[in-house]
């Protein structure tokens, strides 16, 4: 049987289990779906997966429920040069942005209110270009030193930035990646426990591909490398 599609409800307050209130799609008040509170209820302003009814979900971009469109390794089944494919291994950040846009996540790939996923884009691509700028500056100022009289305030200064981004990068995309899996109802099939941990830091690249293109409605709209989603503007988001 399909998997129903899942979306996160924020409570408007403390509700036992089994009741029944009207929910906002993206906090569009003209997209609306009735939603039953889980067994064991939920505390005010707790997030919780809800099934997103068929008549809800229209407008959006069509991907399957209970497993992945493809495999992990498939990154060529669209092409070599498809700009999602391009984009995942020249610039797997920003790629992943696009994802985190569709989805309307944060830049920490976590689930937040419409005001505050907007601009995920923009955001990541704010951090990447800080990210280079800092990096570049510290390795201006080490060229006027031998590789072994490098100041020590470099060396930690380079190795703090190098740290804070690296587990960024781990982290947004292993939460973007399981907050995917839970609204798809895709099941772990390989390292079950932390097989999106594993797959943000042992294979990255691949990873953000298969996100890319189960997210992307690529048979019906054009990949593009330079948009905030990877399709052309005014293409439908994921829910």
Same mark, same amino acid.
């Given at each position: ?40 209820? !939920? ?111 470099? !060396? ?10 690296? !587990? ?72």
């Amino acid at each position: 049987d399909a998997q129903p599609l899942m979306i996160y409800v924020r409570a408007p307050a403390s509700l036992p289990g089994g009741y029944t209130f009207d929910a906002l799609i993206n906090d569009d008040p003209d997209r609306t779906f009735t939603v039953e509170v889980p067994d064991g209820g !939920v505390s005010e302003g707790e997030l919780f997966l809800a099934p997103l009814p068929p008549m809800a979900s229209r407008n959006r971009i069509i991907a399957p429920t209970g497993r992945w469109k493809d495999g992990l390794l498939d990154c060529c089944n669209l092409g070599l040069l498809h700009p999602h494919c391009c984009c995942a291994f020249w610039c797997s950040k920003c790629a992943l942005a696009q994802i985190m846009r569709r989805m309307e996540l944060t830049w920490l790939g976590e689930h937040g209110a419409q005001v505050s996923t907007q601009h995920t884009f923009k955001v990541v691509v704010a951090l990447i270009v800080a990210y280079a700028m800092y990096s570049t500056s510290l390795a201006l100022v080490a060229l006027d030193y031998k590789p072994s009289e490098v100041p020590l305030y470099v !060396v930690v200064l380079r190795t703090i930035g190098d740290a804070l981004f690296l !587990v960024w990068g781990v982290y947004s995309m292993y939460r973007t990646r399981q907050n995917m899996r839970a609204q798809y109802s895709i099941p772990e099939q390989y390292c079950i426990g932390c097989e999106d941990l594993c797959c943000a830091v042992f294979c990255t690249y691949c990873a953000t591909a298969q996100m890319s293109r189960h997210t992307g409605e690529f048979e019906t709209y054009p990949g593009v490398c330079c948009t905030e989603t990877g399709h052309p503007p005014g293409t439908p988001l994921t829910v």
